[in-house]
């Protein structure tokens, strides 16, 4: 699943090219349709697939953001200003191009299920091979309430002391640390790939109870998850499996990870371990993190 780092891999490839652009038509897959009719909420969530599309006609994209793992697109029309939220699920991604022939890969092609057609012919393209992504359009972030929920952003001044004070409350003092620095009200955009890679660097065990790690440890950290987090994006994120960026480039961290998916530690050279934590597989290294 995309984390903060390819999420924002996304966003910046894809805000120069989609802002000032307006949206003429919006055509919604068989498949969304279908899933609709039958009462499931497939990508498109919040309306039918035809309110969704009526709702966005004529709206010009004023600018495209990332909030944690989501991506924002801001729109006005006149004096009106909307929101529609992005998120990638396990294998969303964005294209924009003039025409569907030149999306790269034949399973993205295969896969489409939103094509936003903009005023000038040019084509905002959503795929998603597994459907487990979605497109909500809202009139403000306060609309959905697990956008307000969300953990100040792990690069702003603040959310250090926001990670501290939250995992020294009751509720989370007994959980795996893995688990806790997984959770998005806790800390923004820090899903099981980043977390494997902080804790090994930390040497932190993945299943240390929480209350059991010092406050300067916790700080020590946060710290080397927003490293982590920072290097990623400068590396274009880790194409572990379907993330691209709208240029269909695959990004380069995942040759960099010293624990995730990897079957000896680099360190002592031991073979490594998986436990499941929060239906999640960590892996860790039962020599080098206590």
């Known amino acids: 699943m995309p984390e903060l780092?390819?999420?924002?891999?996304?966003?910046?490839?894809?805000?120069?090219?989609a802002r000032g652009r307006e949206i003429r038509n919006v055509k919604v897959s068989e498949?969304?349709?279908?899933?609709k009719a039958a009462g499931k909420e497939a990508i498109v969530k919040g309306l039918s697939v035809d309110k969704f599309s009526e709702e966005l006609a004529g709206y010009t994209i004023e600018a495209v953001t990332r909030r944690s793992k989501y991506i924002y697109f801001h729109l006005i029309k006149n004096d009106t200003c909307r929101l529609l939220v992005s998120h990638l699920g396990m294998t969303g991604a964005w294209f924009?191009?003039?025409?569907?022939?030149?999306?790269?890969?034949?399973?993205?092609?295969n896969h489409i299920h939103a094509i936003f057609e903009l005023e000038d012919g040019g084509l905002l393209v959503y795929s998603d091979i597994r459907r487990f992504g979605e497109l909500r359009l809202l009139t403000c972030e306060q609309d959905h309430l697990p956008l307000t929920l969300m953990a100040p952003e792990p690069f702003d001044a603040d959310a250090e002391e926001f990670f501290i004070e939250k995992t020294n409350q009751d509720k989370y003092t007994k959980k795996p640390i893995k688990e806790v620095i997984m959770d998005g009200q806790i800390i923004s955009g820090c899903g099981n790939i980043y977390a494997t890679e902080a804790l090994f660097r930390m040497r932190i065990h993945p299943k240390r109870a929480t209350g059991r790690i010092s406050r300067e440890r916790k700080q020590q950290l946060f710290r080397e998850i927003v490293t982590v987090l920072d290097e990623s994006i400068q590396a274009g994120g880790s194409s572990i499996s379907d993330y691209r960026n709208i240029n269909g480039e695959a990004g380069s961290m995942q040759d960099r990870l010293q624990m995730y998916g990897r079957k000896v530690c680099p360190i002592c050279g031991s073979n490594t371990a998986s436990i499941q934590i929060a239906n999640r597989t960590s892996t860790y290294c039962k020599k080098c993190q206590h």
Do not use: D, H, Y
């Open 96 to 109: 924009v191009v003039n025409a569907i022939t030149e999306i790269r890969e034949q399973k993205f092609r």
């Open 5 to 17: 780092p390819e999420v924002e891999g996304v966003v910046r490839s894809l805000a120069p090219v």
């Open 31 to 35: 498949t969304v349709v279908n899933s």
